[in-house]
């Protein structure tokens, strides 16, 4: 009898939290719509540097294909301009842009207090906040990117890939958000600590750049980098999804790839945790 | 038991001395001095529960810490508070679902979103039942008058609506204790004197206990039975508006009217000179000379009227703030701020 009461006021707060949830997320929702036509103009603003990139790698393919050979890395000319489309679409998910600096910027004017004084997790609240930012954006990014991969099909040489490939492309797309949400989160919850993170978000943009194969796949780098550059958080947010997209990984690679993903995912969780908790005790203590 | 019960709560934090010039800045990455500011020293305060308390003192008073500390945003050097029977300081999702704080320049709605969507988070986070949230919305934005506000951006409204719109999402959980940190700053004087109605009404009807400093004497004088003067980081005063001239002012205004044709002159000779505009003259007398000087005035002059009053209680007040503060300067007295030089910076982070 007990025990189902519990379990009856369990799911009861459980349904309040589910509604919680779905008010915040819906908020932040119509928040974020207010601003659909400036994201709209800058989603396709965002497709620009692809003809430089097409251009880039046209010439860098012509200077290769003298000396005899048809690929880079396993790349064709091809390749690399869908892998190119591939990682925006990755990025559409992983990048946060305002995310840390929001958070330090939070820290440092005091509105931080807020999630002290009112009975809401921050770290909860800001990620129903991102996925409904994500979700706002998407409703109209979905127009300009089906456009600009309708306009480059040529590029993609093998066509669709499998389901299952599929699958695990999709679910790389939104692991790879979730980590980039929790990576941004420990970096923005540095500012308990040292009130300006702009500079530290500033090598973590250069190091995302080159390392999550933003620039170029990671295939392209040599051995030994290559090697410790898997074993990283980085490639989650560019190079995974696209790699398996375009079939560069053998199906037990890629459910390894998935598990060192969750892996990193659940340290970050962790990490950004101890970062809320212990920045507090410090935030507390010294003045607030 | 009181509902707010502080026993010897101290609050000192360490603020990094930012040196002058590109050398010293150098330098301070190696050698930091720090300055250690005792914001709050040692107060006590009780505060039955229904009670409308006031806290009044000058910039850096500590008013502003204390409120931080109830609200358990930062945690105190020693000392113990309890509100409600919670340590704030402990957070309990419990205690933070009972009390609210409002600090004027601070603003927690949605800018861009209508006010009524940041009530409606608002329900959410504290578990706001639907009826309750729909009468106690209804009922604060009508006596507030800005129902008809309700769907505009909130970056649309003036600073008076958007501070009544705070007020109404602080209110909307029908917190029983509510912290007021400058609610009434750097709005004009309708939508101020709109806000104290409401406060007073708000709170004679629904007896919740709130604490509120402000730097409008109207405001405190219109809302508050009792007063609670903060400096240098302790209770200096704990009482009645009226109690506060007889304890501080120590001077009286006296206001002669002189006869027709009367000559007035050597004023001085009985108090400081405020005002001369024949046949009238105010004077400041030190309240235990009066009966003498009035005397002495009686005698020399021929005087009309007479009128003795209290010296307005603003006057009153900034003298005290003023005594306190230029007592903290003199070298003397008991230091404020203690000076902390330390060599490794790294080790000062945690």
Redesign the interface.
Same mark, same amino acid.
């Given at each position: 009898m007990e025990s189902a009461i519990s379990a009856c006021h369990r799911s009861s707060s459980f349904r309040?939290r589910l509604?919680?949830w779905w %008010?915040?997320l819906r908020?932040a929702l119509?928040?974020r719509l %207010?601003?659909r036509g400036d994201f709209a103009l800058g989603t396709l603003m965002r497709f620009l540097p692809i003809i430089t990139q097409i251009f880039l790698w046209r010439a860098v393919f012509d200077a290769v294909q003298t000396s005899g050979r048809a690929d880079v890395a396993g790349y064709r000319f091809e390749d690399v301009v869908a892998y190119y489309l591939l990682t925006m679409v990755a990025r559409a998910f992983s990048s946060m842009p305002g995310l840390a600096s929001g958070i330090a910027a939070s820290i440092r004017n !005091? @509105?931080v =207090? =807020?999630f002290?004084? *009112? /009975? %809401?997790d921050m770290l909860g609240f800001l990620l129903l906040s991102r996925i409904a930012h994500k979700l706002a954006y998407y409703s109209v990014a979905v127009g300009p990117f089906a456009l600009v991969f309708f306009l480059c099909r040529g590029f993609f040489l093998d066509g669709w890939p499998s389901w299952p490939v599929l699958a695990v492309f999709c679910a790389s797309l939104v692991l790879g958000f979730f980590l980039g949400y929790f990576i941004e989160a420990c970096i923005g919850l540095i500012g308990f600590?040292f009130l300006e993170v702009s500079s530290l978000l500033f090598v973590y943009m250069l190091l995302n750049f080159f390392l999550s194969g933003h620039m170029f796949p990671l295939d392209m780098l040599p051995g030994a980098a290559r090697q410790w550059v898997d074993w990283l958080p980085f490639k989650y947010l560019a190079y995974f999804p696209a790699a398996v997209f375009l079939n560069k990984l053998a199906f037990p690679q890629m459910l390894r790839g998935l598990a060192i993903e969750v892996a990193w995912l659940v340290a970050f969780v962790l990490l950004s945790r101890l970062a809320w908790n212990r920045g507090l $005790? $410090?935030? +507390?203590?010294? !003045? !607030? | 038991m009181a509902i707010i019960e502080v026993r010897g709560l101290t609050k000192h934090?360490?603020?990094y001395q930012k040196p002058e010039g590109l050398w010293a800045a150098l330098r301070g990455l190696f050698h930091r001095r720090y300055v250690e500011v005792q914001a709050v020293r040692g107060i006590d305060l009780d505060v039955e529960e229904g009670e409308f308390v006031a806290f009044l003192g000058p910039n850096g008073a500590g008013k502003t810490t204390t409120l =931080?500390l109830l +609200? !358990?945003?930062?945690?105190p050097t020693s000392g113990s508070a309890r509100v409600m029977g919670y340590v704030p300081?402990k957070?309990d999702?419990a205690y933070? $679902?009972q009390f609210? #704080?409002v600090m004027g320049q =601070?603003n *927690?709605l949605?800018w861009?979103?209508p006010a009524i @969507? +940041?009530f409606? #988070?608002h *329900?959410?986070?504290?578990?706001i039942a639907p009826e309750e949230f729909r009468r106690n919305c209804d009922e604060l934005t009508e006596l507030l008058g800005v129902r008809d506000l309700l769907y505009q /951006?909130v970056r649309e409204l003036s600073l008076g609506e958007r501070m009544k719109m705070e007020l109404t999402a602080a209110l909307l959980h029908s917190p029983r204790v509510l912290f007021l940190d400058e609610p009434t700053i750097g709005l004009d004087v309708v939508a101020q004197h709109n806000i104290q109605q409401f406060l007073r009404h708000y709170q004679e009807h629904r007896r919740i206990t709130i604490l509120l400093t402000s730097h409008y004497m109207k405001d405190v004088a219109a809302l508050c039975r009792r007063v609670v003067i903060i400096a240098r980081g302790q209770i200096q005063y704990d009482g009645s508006l009226a109690g506060i001239i007889d304890r501080f002012s120590k001077h009286k205004i006296v206001t002669l009217q002189f006869c027709e044709g009367q000559v007035v002159d050597r004023l001085e000779r009985f108090g400081q000179v405020l005002q001369v505009q024949q046949p009238k003259a105010r004077l400041r007398v030190a309240r235990q000379e009066v009966p003498r000087t009035l005397a002495s005035i009686l005698a020399t002059y021929a005087v009309q009227d007479v009128a003795v009053e209290d010296p307005p209680l603003e006057e009153v007040i900034a003298e005290l703030f003023h005594r306190v503060n230029s007592d903290q300067q003199a070298p003397d007295s008991a230091g404020q701020k203690v000076e902390v030089e330390t060599v490794e910076a790294g080790r000062r982070?945690?």
């Open positions: 309040q509604a919680t %008010v915040i908020v119509e928040e %207010v601003y !005091g @509105e =207090k =807020k002290i004084i *009112q /009975p %809401v600590w $005790r $410090r935030y +507390s203590a010294f !003045g !607030g | 934090y360490r603020v =931080k +609200s !358990g945003v930062i945690y300081w957070r999702n933070r $679902r609210a #704080l =601070k *927690q949605w861009d979103l @969507e +940041s409606r #988070l *329900q959410q986070i504290y578990a /951006p982070r945690d």
